[in-house]
């Protein structure tokens, strides 16, 4: 027993240190190219802090072990909304801009509905169900990528007309690019060396994998000794481990200031968890809605995880897209239906 917990220790510094890196890198590629923080946090941040649940839910298809993944794509989507975004929105709650929002969050719910849809009806997610997911992923980057194309565009524009002597405030800069932008940051951005942000991302990302990996892995080997089911070890264990990306990435996103890249990393993993990870899952290996319990008869899956996630990601992006910022009252909500949350999955 004294192994495994020395390896979590390790796969936990791997983390912290990674993730230090990991937002270093995404903020400075931000600021370079002009991009809305919200915007890398939910394409190129999302992919890296995503990989963890690709590879944990790729390898259980491959064995055929779907509960595992089933599990570790609900668990992980819950335990992102309600447990590491409500910590970082009940400590500091901040801005976010609708127009940065609105892609993601349509995009999430519009897989969610396809996923509930087969969970409700057939039980079943065939391959032709994961192909599906996988083609509303290409189909979500290659939008963003688009808008974010588009939004640079309009900024390069701005400030080629500030350095001919034209009059623009920085209030009309804010309102083209859907974020706060300031001469501060294009300044820093001119600055940093563009291959070292890349290097930096590519390292964080290592080693936020491997850390994560350890820790996964460990605890699965701990929590399996102490007689935990797989769908349980899937929906806690399995899931808590693979969102400590998302955890590291929005402490120290939080710390260094860049709040709207850990709102958009939170919300681009759980698209990505339901359309990336949940559609190579199913495509390598299809599987049925796992049973591990009944509540009045019905699966308790229907009854608890679907509809928790749902209701956790309505409270953080319907107000959001309405008020246009986070209030305190999310977070805490939200982390009282994540404690629940856990104290069902091992009574039921």
Known sequence: MLIPIILLAIGFVLLIKGGDWFVDGASGIARRFRLPEILIGATVVSIGTTLPEVMV????????????????ALGSIICNTSLIAAITIAIKPGSAARKSLKLPVAFFFAAAGIYCLVAYVSGTFSRL?????????VVYMASTILRMKKGAATIGEVIEEEETGSSVSEEELEAKSGEDYTVESREKGTKDSLVKDILM???????????????VDNAIILAEALGVSEKVIGLTIVALGTSLPE??????????GHGSLSLGNIIGANLFNLVLVSGAAITINPFDVPVS????????SLVIDIPVMLLVMLILTVPTLIKE???RWQGIVMLGIYAAFCVLQFAV
């Open 293 to 300: 319990g009944l509540i009045g008869g019905i699966n308790s």
């Open 247 to 256: 955890l590291v990435t929005a402490i120290t996103s939080l710390i260094k």
């Open 57 to 72: 839910s790729a390898g259980a298809a491959f064995q055929g072990s779907g509960s595992i993944a089933y599990g570790n």
């Open 325 to 327: 910022k986070l209030s």
């Open 129 to 137: 169900v994961g192909i599906g997911l996988l083609a509303m992923f």
């Open 201 to 215: 991302l590519i390292a964080g990302a290592a080693l936020i994998a491997v850390g994560a990996d350890l820790l």
